[in-house]
């Protein structure tokens, strides 16, 4: 069974950088894309970043020039890179894959805290 594992959250000040990693256990066959969600304090979970199959990116306009996202596909891991923090961008992050058969995998989500 696959599980998705994230890490890398955490209590950080404002304009401060984390990087979050997702780690796929076991194989997940013709992956279509892997994203980055988070749920934010009485807010409804929002796409933050996507990376396709053939390699495009696409960002929330929130957090355009500020995030990027990546993968090692030989460690089976997804990244998100998180630069120049701020205290809305608290929330809980999640990562996704999603695969062409119509499979969606999610991680169980780590906390990123942005003190002002």
């Known amino acids: 069974q696959v599980q998705l594992v994230e890490s890398g959250g955490g209590l950080v000040q404002a304009g401060g950088s984390l990087k979050l990693s997702c780690a796929a256990s076991g194989t997940i066959l013709s992956i279509s894309t892997m994203s980055w969600y988070r749920q934010g304090p009485g807010k409804q979970r929002e796409l933050v970043a996507t990376?396709?199959?053939?390699?495009?990116?696409n960002y929330a306009d929130s957090v355009k020039g500020r995030f990027n996202i990546s993968r090692d596909s030989a460690k089976n891991t997804v990244y998100l890179q998180m630069n120049s923090l701020k205290p809305e961008d608290t929330a809980v992050y999640y990562c996704?894959?999603?695969?062409?058969?119509?499979?969606?995998?999610w991680g169980q989500g780590t906390q990123v805290t942005v003190s002002s």
């Open positions: 990376l396709t199959r053939g390699g495009s990116t």
């Open positions: 996704s894959i999603h695969n062409s058969f119509g499979t969606v995998y």
